[in-house]
């Protein structure tokens, strides 16, 4: 029986160039590793049908569903500075869209479904391990209340794929409000085709951002509003410790939602140079190089865009720029707005000054290499002992602790009020490195109950969860993980 999906596709209907068509390749023996009911829920789809053997021939690409036309998207990008003219999914496919019960657009896209014609050198295939490292972490962004693409399945293949090793094939069944990149518009700009990107501004707009249509300048509002979906974002990895590890300008999300969750890592004891990812050997991707980073993206992304901007490339600079260079102040504010209630402030309570407690906080834990997770969430129980403690006990920190209570202590009505708002902000449960490796590490021996076990943990993150407070503790010395691996 085929699976019924109701896909409503849009993308497909741009011209030929903006993809290519082509059916999943597919697979030996499919086997679900996990369907997210919930998820299937909040988009319409039936969870139960995707569980059935068909279902699960479809989320593998055995099977294409009625209504479905998948594609590989085209791109281009900015890898690590350098130009590639031509990415587009080497190994991805867009199965189609579907309209959630409230309406909203989404993607369903299968990640490691085979070879494109943008593979290059690739085979089109992912391993287990990264689909299940995108699988928990995705997820855990979600949770956290960070904008983010979301997992709706993983299954694994039957095939062996070779990395350094054979290893076991797995695909992930991604789901977004779009997978339009900035590599997306790039791809058009370096081709001079302008009417490609007019094109996909429109589209993208119409699907994204349709308050800008009512602005004078359609264009320039798109743009604005993609500066700010990025600072939004960027500000609230920080405040969770999140390191991307490879902001290149075709994993940035027009919808600006966290994608392409590779050598990713949550940091434990807190570096703002902190890097993971082994082929980052610049640094360039470090956790505190991420807003700049964000800004250089966005001046690519202008740069793009130049030819819609104004009607003489003058023009056209002079509206970017002003955009590009409001960036700072903007950031400034998301950021306090992300750490002052980290440490108990209110948005609205937030002001100029509290930037020094903010920066004394950071600077004593990056000193200490304090855990980045424990130490605010502690904080937040407001105990001097532990957090002098976890700043190294010095004459500075109790003083800081002593500034920081008084700022705080008459902002909320109780003690017990800041504590809940507190806890509200700063998460007990984020997906620590070393326990993702151990959930792939038994995986590869067939059992998925740590897998499972780490899911329903970080589904609840700012619950204290006491029969897991394991899931706090930072890796032992020989548990730590300081690299991610690219070779996904
Ligand atoms: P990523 O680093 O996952 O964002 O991928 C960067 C580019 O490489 C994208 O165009 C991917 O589609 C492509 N790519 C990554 N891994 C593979 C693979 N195993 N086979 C084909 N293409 C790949
Ligand atoms: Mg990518």
């Known amino acids: 029986m085929q699976i019924n999906i109701p896909f409503d596709n849009s993308f497909v209907r741009l011209p030929d160039k903006f993809y290519a068509r082509l059916d999943p390749t597919p697979v030996s023996n ?3 590793i996990v369907l997210n009911d919930a998820l299937a829920n909040q988009l319409g789809l039936d969870a139960a049908q995707l569980r059935t053997p068909d279902g699960i021939a479809m989320l593998a690409g055995n099977e294409v569903a009625s209504g479905s036309q998948p594609l590989a998207m085209a791109y281009a990008g900015q890898q690590f500075g350098n130009w590639s003219p031509q990415l587009g999914d080497g190994r991805a496919l867009l199965l189609g869209e579907v309209l959630s019960p409230d309406g909203t657009r989404f993607d369903i896209q299968l990640k490691g479904s085979g070879p494109t014609p943008f593979s290059r050198m690739g085979d089109g295939r992912a391993w287990l391990g990264p689909v299940l490292r995108e699988y928990i972490v995705s997820e855990a962004m979600a949770a956290l209340g960070i904008k983010t693409t979301r997992a709706l399945a993983a299954v694994t293949t039957g095939d062996a794929i070779f990395r350094e090793e054979l290893l076991p094939g797995a695909i992930l069944a991604r789901v977004a409000r779009a997978h339009i990149r900035v590599g997306s518009f790039q791809y058009f700009a370096i081709r001079k085709d302008e009417e490609g990107l007019k094109q996909l501004a429109d589209y993208t707009i119409d699907r994204l ?8 300048q359609p264009y320039a509002a798109f743009f604005e509003s993609v500066v700010e979906a990025q600072i939004d974002l960027v500000s609230r ?5 999140f390191i991307h590890g490879v902001m290149n ?3 940035v999300s027009i919808a600006g939602e966290t994608i392409d969750y590779g050598p990713c890592a949550f940091m434990d004891d807190f570096h703002p140079q902190r890097v993971f990812s082994s082929i980052d050997e610049m640094g360039r991707y470090a956790y505190e190089n991420q807003p700049p980073i964000a800004h250089w993206n966005l001046v690519q992304f202008a740069q793009a865009l130049l030819p819609l901007l104004g009607d003489t490339q003058e023009a056209a600079v002079a509206v970017a720029q002003a955009i590009v260079d409001s960036f700072q102040a903007r950031y400034e504010a998301a950021f306090m707005n992300v750490f002052g209630g980290k440490i108990g402030i209110p948005d609205d309570q937030v002001s100029n000054e509290d930037k020094s407690l903010i920066n004394d906080l950071l600077k004593a834990m990056a000193d200490q290499g304090a855990d980045f997770t424990n130490t605010f969430r502690t904080l937040s129980e407001a105990e001097p002992e532990p957090i002098v403690s976890a700043l190294g006990n010095t004459e500075m920190a109790g003083q800081w ?3 920081w209570q008084k700022r705080v ?3 909320h009505e109780t003690a017990h009020a800041r504590e809940t708002f507190m806890k509200s902000k700063n998460p007990a449960f984020v997906p620590r490195n070393h326990r993702v490796e151990q959930v792939i590490r038994a995986a590869r021996e067939g059992d998925y109950a740590p897998f499972e076990e780490l899911n329903a943990v970080l589904a609840n993150p700012f619950i204290d969860q006491p029969g897991r407070a394991a899931y706090r503790d930072p890796p032992s010395v020989n548990e730590q993980v300081r690299h991610t691996f690219c070779g996904t």
Not at 209 to 216: A, G, I, V
Not at 237 to 241: I, P, Q, S, T, Y
């Open 401 to 403: 602790f002593t500034r």
């Open 30 to 32: 499919p086997g679900l």
């Open 409 to 411: 202590g008459k902002l």
């Open 249 to 251: 300008t075709d994993n």
């Open 209 to 216: 951002y349709p308050q800008c249509r009512e602005q004078d």
């Open 237 to 241: 990895w920080m405040g969770v410790g």
